[in-house]
Every structure is written in C-alpha cells, then in structure tokens.
C-alpha cells in the first residue's frame, strides 16, 4: 500500500491536481483524489477511499475502497492488516479471532470439510448463498448487520475477505483452501475482493433474509458502533 492510501482515514477529503470531475461527483469524508483521475458523472467515492493517480472511475468506490486503473477496479483496502491464517488445521493461533478452521478428513478419495452446528459453524445455518463469476476487480458485500451472522468459506479458488469492527481493527483475510472461514458476527463491516477467475464463495447465515437488518452506509455503521 502507499503512502497515499496509508493517508486515506486520517485527513480530510483531498482531491488532486488535473482531476476531471463529471456533474453530480460525491466525495466523502476522508477520500483521496490522485493525480490526473477521472471521476464520471454521478459517481460516489466512499468515505476513506482513496482513487489512485490517473483512475477512471465510473461506478461508485465503496467505503475504505483503493481503486485504480481504467475502468477502475478495487486493488485493496485503506489500512488494513493482513492475517497470517496458519496452513495446519490443527494449529491453535488463528492470526484472527474470526478466523475458522474448519475440521478436514483427507482421504485417498477426495476430502471433506465439515460445516457443522457446534463444528467450526458457532449458529444454525437458515440460509446459504454461493456466490461466483464475480469480475476481475469486482467487489461484493460492503456492507454489515445488526442481528444476523454468517461465515464465509471459499470452496474453489481463492479471494480476500475484509473485516472492521468499527473500532480501529480493520483485518483482510487471503481465503485460499475450503478448510478456512471467516466468521462475521453482528456489527462487522464486510467486503470480499480479489477474486480468482474459478473463487466459489460459500455464504452460510444464520437468519433470512432481512433487509432492514442490513446497513450499507459506512458513516451509519460507524455511528451505530459507536453508540452500543
């Protein structure tokens, strides 16, 4: 990450020198604007996002997003620390608290990883998304819940999950192997990026699908956080 995106949460919103702006651009809070970027008309940057030099953004930037290139896509997320998930199941440092590691049986004829009430799955599972074909540089999620919580697990291929407590942890985990998961409890801001062409997700949640549960704002969740 650089410096530029380092600075990203810490100064008000900073907008850089030739930076082409459409009708109708929001910067928010805390954004950076490189040099020479292209901002199309009515897209929103995020609060904290940084637009690296010379991007062409034509869809919103996500909260906490580092997007570049042309189109831009997101490459990371401001200020975040990577966990060292542990390459044996049996290890007993995670690198995160909301890292799981899911019990494995290995045999000659293939493997199971066990997704089981009480067995790496802390709730009873309501609900199940599979999410796949998501597009270099897409991004999914940036979003949290007040009541819900779900684990993801990347059942082929591999992706980064991000996490944030609201508080100042803020933690990207590398999902490369079905045996690792990361559990999302309520009040978690979460976003799932650099996905491999053949990533499968594997969303378990442990309620319905609720709309009013969901918070999409990163401001509103900060708030929220804030007064619990």
Do not use: K
Not at 90 to 115: K, Y
């Amino acid at each position: 990450m650089t410096t530029e995106d380092a600075q990203a949460a810490v100064t008000p919103h900073r907008i850089g020198r030739d930076v082409r702006l459409g009708e109708g651009v929001r910067v928010e809070a805390g954004a950076v604007i490189g040099d020479g970027a292209t901002l199309g008309a009515g897209v929103r940057i995020g609060v904290d996002a940084v637009v690296r030099a010379g991007a062409v953004v034509v869809e919103d930037v996500p909260a906490l997003a580092v997007v570049g290139g042309d189109p831009a896509r997101v490459v990371s997320y401001v200020n975040t620390a990577v966990v060292d998930v542990p390459e044996s199941a049996d290890a007993t440092d995670t690198g995160s608290e909301l890292v799981r590691l899911l019990p494995e049986v290995n045999e000659e004829r293939g493997c199971v990883v066990i997704l089981e009430h009480g067995v790496g799955l802390p709730f009873t599972a309501r609900r199940c998304l599979l999410v796949h074909g998501v597009p270099p540089g897409g991004h999914r999620g940036d979003h949290a819940h007040r009541t819900l919580e779900e684990i993801v697990v990347c059942a082929a291929g591999s992706c980064m999950v991000l996490v944030d407590d609201g508080r100042g942890r803020r933690e990207v985990v590398v999902l490369n192997r079905p045996g690792v998961g990361v559990l999302i409890p309520p009040y978690v801001w979460t976003a799932q990026f650099g996905h491999s062409p053949d990533a499968v997700l594997v969303v378990l949640s442990s309620a319905e699908y609720d709309p009013s549960d969901y918070i999409t704002d990163y401001g509103t969740f900060r708030t929220e956080v804030a007064a619990r």
